[in-house]
């Protein structure tokens, strides 16, 4: 059984910071391509950034420059820094992890809610 769990949503005014992180746990046997996604109330969910197990990078362009995506492979954990955040940014954040475990596949953390404020 594969659990992630996400933190580090929170209320916050514009132009503020926020560090989202996604812990993976349970029976794991390696980790690929981690990601964040977002869903805007209304809006379809959209990719934000991603890491490869190798370290490259990609981001959304709306956010290049003002996010960093990073990942500490020793605790399963990927992290999202968020600097300069736009009221537009306000969603729902999920973390998304490829997973080689009994059941390899894509899995989706619970969702922490980031507000940005005007």
């Known amino acids: 059984q594969v659990q992630l769990v996400e933190s580090g949503g929170d209320l916050v005014q514009a132009g503020g910071s926020l560090r989202l992180s996604c812990a993976a746990s349970?029976?794991?046997?390696?980790?690929?391509?981690m990601a964040w996604y977002r869903q805007a109330p209304g809006k379809q969910r959209e990719f934000v950034a991603a890491?490869?197990?190798?370290?490259?990078?990609d981001y959304r362009d709306s956010v290049k420059g003002r996010f960093t995506i990073s990942r500490e492979n020793a605790k399963n954990t990927v992290y999202l820094q968020m600097n300069s955040l736009k009221p537009e940014d306000t969603a729902v954040y999920y973390c998304?992890?490829?997973?080689?475990?009994?059941?390899?596949?894509?899995?989706w953390g619970q969702g922490t809610q980031v507000t940005v404020s005007s």
């Open positions: 349970g029976t794991i046997f390696n980790i690929n391509r």
């Open positions: 890491i490869t197990s190798g370290g490259d990078t």
């Open positions: 998304n992890v490829f997973i080689v475990s009994l059941t390899t596949r894509n899995y």
